[in-house]
């Protein structure tokens, strides 16, 4: 990645902003570390979003001998289209049929899971969305939101509607794993430095902490390489920085 740490903090500092909460400090319980299974969603997340198959097939693997479900592994495939595209997101979905399928053959019976419920929730689904980002923030959402979602209210629409709502709602996977998703994914890739800080506050909110993102940037430090573990270190000093300064 030629994109330097100093790149990707500048852009950072304004979303940080947006989104510092009042209650950081949250009195429940947290884990300092990465269970096997979380660290699975971090490779299955990360590999996804680069489009390395023959290196998710193992990430794959790992995560059901871990114990993840079928539904959970594709749960979390599905919402990574939102974040990396629908290519990536369906070579990962294949890849994962294959995966499954030679599993079967195997004799290896993988759990199915939580059955994935579409449409099963009723009301505005803007509105639904709207009050899923104020759980990941602790901030009133305005409608709609400022600056992009003034300037382009259909990628407003398509943020609260599809992805918070639809996706998001789903139980399959709870907040602090599909931020764990998001997060992987973002310090996959390139120039999402801003996001990657928006979303590694909304998942301090949630529950996920200092030493799990740690954990997962050691994970990333193995899937894509050093220098985007240590831009997204620098990232997670920064979110930690502010958030002790409220």
């Not at 100093?6 to 949250?26: D, E, G, M, R």
């Not at 997101?89 to 049929?97: D, E, K, P, V």
């Not at 709207?130 to 943020?159: H, Y």
Request: aromatic letters at 6%; glycine letters at 8%; proline letters at 2%.
């Amino acid at each position: 990645m030629k994109t330097t740490v100093k790149q990707l903090i500048t852009p950072a500092v304004f979303i940080f902003s947006l989104f510092i909460s009042l209650n950081a400090n949250s009195s429940v319980t947290r884990a300092e570390s990465l269970n096997k299974q979380e660290k699975s969603l971090v490779a299955i997340s990360s590999y996804t979003a680069q489009g390395k198959i023959a290196e998710l097939n193992q990430a794959l693997n790992e995560g059901l001998d871990a114990g993840l479900s079928i539904n959970e592994i594709n749960e979390a495939i599905v919402q990574l289209y939102a974040y990396c595209g629908f290519p990536r997101s369906l070579n990962g979905i294949n890849a994962f049929r294959k995966v499954v399928d030679e599993r079967k053959a195997k004799g290896i019976a993988d759990k199915q899971g939580k059955e994935i419920i579409m449409h099963s929730q009723t009301g505005d689904r803007y509105e639904r969305g709207r009050k899923v980002l104020e759980e990941l923030t602790n901030m009133p959402q305005q409608k709609p939101a400022p600056g992009f979602g003034e300037f382009s209210p259909r990628i407003d629409a398509f943020l609260k509607e599809h992805l918070f709502a639809d996706i998001f709602e789903s139980d399959v996977l709870n907040y602090q794993q599909r931020e764990l998703v998001t997060n992987a994914a973002l310090a996959s890739m390139t120039g999402t430095g801003s996001q990657l800080g928006a979303h590694i506050m909304f998942g301090m909110n949630v529950g996920i902490t200092e030493g799990q993102l740690n954990d997962m940037f050691t994970i990333i430090e193995k899937t894509v390489g050093k220098e985007e573990a240590e831009s997204g270190r620098a990232i997670l000093n920064n979110v930690l920085k502010m958030r002790n300064s409220n």
